[in-house]
């Protein structure tokens, strides 16, 4: 089923000359499913927490970046309700059309230009990347102190940090199609792969075998691609489908752990309540005590 989205409009959000905001927000479980006029940038700065962007679930955490274009539809919730949880935090870039023309004359890359123009036309999917330098985070803070309150430059220092970010997140994504394009996409049939396959053991012995990779550099791939290490991944992609299973079926709880590859309830247990806050009875009981839509509870 097609989620309803909310619009958020450039005529709201960026009222300012050079159309660009950029902020911190603490999420929670108030703002709605949305869609915008504008680009946005996200990057994950705190805490942990899931990203809702069209029909997909991510389990997000520090250093994770998104970039969502003009009509896809998004919202962050944190991995729990309660006020004294580890709290996600999320600064937002956004800029829209009128800021896209004026970077279209400072940007000298003829296919960045276009890229650009692909996100502000919903002629491009979202996509991630994940900042295991720091890069992405140091100018997401100066960004963010920069346009907090107005200093002689302002303006042009705004610009040039803006135009900065697009080219190194640019570079971040197109790092792994450079250096190896089919191995890329044997990565992503991996992927696919433990999506399809949660219920049975994985390792990465067991990968190694089926890729013909080493573990070594599996390993390293897992971080290149995911931002993650293999066991931090499989555990998340776990229970994110565990919730799916939780809100959108009556199995039992044990055989959902099964079902996701958890033997023993304990393990399961403890790991959904470290992720999301709270455990999986408690989760399920929450969600079905409402009828409201589900996004509003995770």
């Not at 619009?7 to 915008?36: K, Y």
């Amino acid at each position: 089923m097609q989620r309803k989205a909310e619009l958020f409009t450039s005529d709201t959000f960026l009222q300012n000359q050079l159309h660009l905001l950029v902020n911190r927000a603490t999420e929670d479980f108030a703002v709605p499913f949305h869609a915008h006029d504008f680009i946005e940038y996200c990057y994950v700065a705190e805490g942990r927490g899931f990203h809702h962007i069209e029909q997909d679930t991510f389990p997000v955490q520090k250093g994770m970046l998104f970039v969502i274009p003009v009509g896809v539809s998004h919202v962050f919730r944190p991995a729990t309700s309660e006020a004294h949880g580890n709290r996600l935090i999320v600064y937002n870039c956004l800029f829209d059309g009128h800021m896209v023309d004026r970077l279209s004359v400072i940007v000298q890359e003829s296919h960045i230009r276009e890229h650009l123009g692909r996100l502000g036309r919903s002629d491009s999917p979202y996509f991630s990347v994940f900042d295991d330098k720091g890069t992405i985070e140091r100018l997401m803070l100066s960004l963010y102190r920069e346009g907090s309150g107005y200093r002689e430059g302002s303006a042009t220092m705004l610009i040039a940090l803006l135009s900065e970010l697009i080219v190194t997140v640019y570079r971040t994504k197109i790092a792994p199609v450079d250096k190896s394009p089919a191995e890329s996409s044997d990565f992503t049939a991996i992927i696919h792969y433990l999506d399809h396959n949660l219920s049975g053991t994985l390792t990465l012995a067991g990968l190694s075998e089926m890729s013909k990779w080493s573990v070594r550099h599996l390993q390293r791939m897992f971080r290149t691609h995911t931002g993650q290490p293999f066991g931090s991944y499989l555990q998340n992609l776990r229970i994110q489908k565990s919730c799916e299973l939780l809100r959108t079926s009556k199995q039992k709880v044990q055989l959902i752990a099964e079902s996701v590859g958890y033997r023993d309830m304990d393990s399961f247990n403890t790991v959904f309540k470290k992720i999301v806050g709270v455990t999986p009875r408690q989760y399920r009981k929450t969600v079905q005590s409402t009828t409201r839509d589900p996004l509003n509870l995770l």
